[in-house]
């Protein structure tokens, strides 16, 4: 069961921006309004995921770290109707697996809260605690038991950094959370929560970005695009300033990433990269997020039809002159 559980945890746990971005979805489907997270050794040492969130009642609260213990699906029809980031019920036991978690958590209501330790994927030990409503989960010593894995990690400040990038793209795929982010215990962001996709942009991007960007919007059957992209002559060197959401949930999807920059193959240099961040609201039907665990990879019905209508409504953008 170990061996399995490890091989499990291998993943949906990657590296310790994969736990940051467990976590902060667990905190999102928990209807959190505020989201800390906090990062120290290039997430080795420690993660942090403080929420304000609906927190977990004391009797469920080791179950959490049960295997396909989730309470977000309930039948198998429920699949193919998935409102939540979360459905499978394999991050908290998966991560629980590979390191140390203390969990605290508080759910609405309730008079006290309970704190859970698990490591190494052993039997959580369970403590009445005195804690504020919401859910807190401390993740420290990633891979201590795993030291093959941990061997297939870049330095610290790089791991720090794609645990960054991913709290970057979950506050911009949800702007009425207010995100804060602390490296090494020192302030990187924090995002008001206000449900402004601008105000979120110019948090993480710095105002001179949200002043630049146009705005852009459209609608086709079934599906609503909206967001910023930038100028022809805002660029960068590479593509960690392409955010795309579907539904709440960044993914990465190639065709579409393709439509985007064929759209500027003829206004920027080559070896440059557009800038956008969109926001695709469509039928939950006409989607399959059910791909691969980390469920970055999303499979859209019609996938170049909807590609090429994105296309034109980015052409239509940048050459719509300014008012
Ligand atoms: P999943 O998100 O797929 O359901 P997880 O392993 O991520 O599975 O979490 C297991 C369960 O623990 C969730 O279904 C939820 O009930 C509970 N949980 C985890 N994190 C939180 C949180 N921050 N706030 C409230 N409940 C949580
Ligand atoms: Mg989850």
Excluded at 11 to 17: G, N
Excluded at 82 to 89: A, K, P, S, V, W
Excluded at 181 to 202: C, D, H, P, S
Aim: one cysteine or more; hydrophobic letters at 40%.
């Amino acid at each position: 069961v170990e061996t399995a559980n490890q091989i499990a945890a291998g993943e949906v746990v990657e590296r310790p921006a994969s736990v940051v971005k467990e976590l902060v979805e667990n905190s999102i489907d928990a209807a959190a309004r505020h989201i800390t997270v906090e990062v120290m050794g290039g997430g080795l040492t420690l993660i942090r995921v403080r929420d304000d969130g609906i927190g977990i009642r004391p009797e469920d609260a080791p179950l959490a770290f049960a295997r396909h213990a989730t309470s977000k699906i309930r039948r198998a029809s429920d699949l193919f109707q998935i409102n939540t980031l979360g459905f499978r019920g394999e991050a908290l036991p998966s991560i629980a697996a590979v390191a140390r978690v203390e969990m605290d958590t508080r759910a609405v209501g309730e008079k006290i809260g309970v704190r859970v330790r698990v490591a190494g994927g052993g039997e959580p030990e369970v403590n009445v605690v005195g804690c504020p409503p919401g859910t807190t989960v401390t993740v420290t010593d990633l891979f201590y038991n795993t030291p093959a894995r941990r061997q297939f990690l870049k330095k610290p400040t790089s791991e720090a950094r794609a645990a960054v990038a991913i709290a970057e793209k979950l506050a911009l795929a949800h702007p009425e959370v207010a995100f804060a982010m602390y490296l090494e215990g020192k302030r990187l962001f924090a995002t008001q929560g206000n449900g402004e996709l601008l105000a979120v942009i110019t948090a993480l991007y710095g105002l001179e970005m949200g002043r630049e960007l146009l705005p852009l919007s459209d609608t086709g059957e079934g599906w609503a695009l909206k967001g910023y992209i930038s100028p022809p002559w805002l660029h960068r060197a590479g593509r960690s300033h392409q955010v795309l959401i579907v539904n709440g949930r960044y993914i990465f999807n190639r065709t579409i990433t393709r439509a985007v920059e064929d759209c500027y193959r003829t206004v920027i240099p080559s070896g440059r990269y557009p800038i956008f961040v969109l926001h695709l609201a469509i039928d939950p039907q006409k989607i399959d997020v059910n791909v691969h665990p980390a469920k970055l990879e999303v499979k859209f019905q019609q996938e170049h039809e909807l590609a090429q209508k994105i296309g034109v409504a980015i052409n239509k953008t940048l050459h719509t002159p300014r008012a």
